[in-house]
């Protein structure tokens, strides 16, 4: 018989590899057997960010709070997924949280200018723009900058070409990049996404050891204040890995050096 355990497992394989309506009736799965487990509705309802299911991803991130009061990716997932609903002052209360339960966290501080400002102009009855606060690789785009994305230099395309391979996991790829000279800390034009970023959120455990081995920095922040350890999927191997070469930082992991 299948365990709970194991569904998760299998639901994060397919997060692995974007097939995330499989990954979600993975996690459906688990979340019938053990549904006291936080982990499973926070995985899930990454799943649904992925595929911008906003209310069903708001309401697993609820019963994270419920179940792990004060968990800052929970409370984090929560006031992202408000901000794109446009509930902007439960989005805002959320952001209160997170600032006075995770003060070292400068990511909540972040998205609290953002859906301050979001309010300020709602208020003002100005047209809503629709700017993420979390760089994932499927939700950025060049629309939600202020100013105009940089084009990417010739001599920058291997490196391009080196966060390409690292989102889909493909190790063999990473390896020739790698020893071709790609720079492992490039951070791309339009969202500052390093290789060990697209790697970590996508789950994809032997290219994030690979990009480590190879000296990329755990500590490299994007340009939405978010590590690639904030990135990983709650409760993955990628999640323990760094963990572990973050730990010195304690929470610090989550946020963005100034």
């Not at 100013?147 to 490196?159: F, G, L, W």
């Not at 889909?168 to 020893?179: F, I, P, S, T």
């Not at 000279?181 to 390093?194: F, L, T």
């Amino acid at each position: 018989m299948t365990t709970a355990e194991e569904f998760k497992e299998i639901g994060n394989d397919h997060f692995k590899r974007q097939e995330f309506d499989l990954a979600i009736a993975a996690y459906n799965k688990a979340i019938e057997l053990n549904p006291q487990d936080c982990a499973f509705w926070l995985n899930r309802s990454n799943a649904y960010r992925q595929q911008s299911c906003w209310e069903l991803a708001e309401e697993d991130t609820q019963e994270a709070l419920r179940l792990s009061p004060g968990n800052a990716k929970a409370l984090y997932g929560s006031a992202m997924c408000l901000r794109k609903l446009e509930q902007l002052p439960a989005a805002l209360k959320r952001c209160e949280e997170g600032i006075q339960l995770h003060p070292e966290n400068k990511a909540f501080r972040q998205l609290h200018r953002e859906v301050l400002s979001a309010l300020v102009r709602q208020q003002a009855r100005e047209p809503p723009t629709t700017a993420s606060s979390r760089s994932s690789s499927v939700d950025s785009d060049e629309s939600q900058h202020k100013h105009p994305v940089r084009p990417v230099r010739e001599d920058e395309i291997p490196s391009q070409e080196l966060g390409h391979w690292a989102m889909k996991g493909d190790a063999e790829n990473v390896m020739r990049l790698l020893q071709g000279g790609a720079d492992v800390n490039w951070k791309r034009p339009k969202d500052g996404n390093s290789a060990l970023h697209l790697s970590a959120e996508m789950g994809h455990i032997e290219v994030v050891q690979l990009l480590l081995a190879s000296r990329a920095d755990p500590e490299i922040h994007n340009d939405f204040a978010l590590s690639p350890f904030a990135l990983a999927q709650h409760d993955s191997s990628v999640e323990t890995l760094l963990a572990q070469v973050t730990k010195p930082l304690g929470e610090r992991r989550y946020a963005m050096q100034l």
